[in-house]
């Protein structure tokens, strides 16, 4: 095969937003630079404006900005979420990465 394959940062953080709304117990995702709090949660039509990727050494990091259901556990939906994200990230995009991190900003009755 002489051509390559790129995926841009976008794409990543859409595979990656939409993987985290497959976990139970996550409403949504919360835009990362609200500034005073959180206004709104969005649906999975903008799933990548609650991830941020970034660069770690020649690799890719994550962070998600997550909205979890009240009554489940926390810590419990965000190692869900980092596990799902990992492994979906490296079997549909061929990406290890460096760091997935999950950022509770929010908590809605469902």
Do not use: F, W
Request: neutral net charge.
């Amino acid at each position: 095969m002489n051509g390559s394959i790129q995926i841009t940062e976008a794409a990543l953080a859409s595979l990656i937003g939409l993987t985290a709304h497959e976990i139970p117990g996550v409403v949504g995702m919360a835009p990362s630079n609200l500034k005073e709090g959180l206004s709104r949660v969005l649906g999975r039509a903008n799933v990548s404006d609650g991830v941020v990727i970034s660069r770690d050494g020649g690799r890719y990091a994550a962070d998600l900005y997550v909205v979890v259901a009240y009554g489940v556990s926390i810590p419990t939906v965000a190692r869900n979420i980092v596990e799902r994200v990992e492994h979906t990230v490296k079997t549909q995009a061929g990406i290890e990465l460096a760091a997935a991190r999950v950022h509770a900003v929010g908590v809605q009755r469902v």
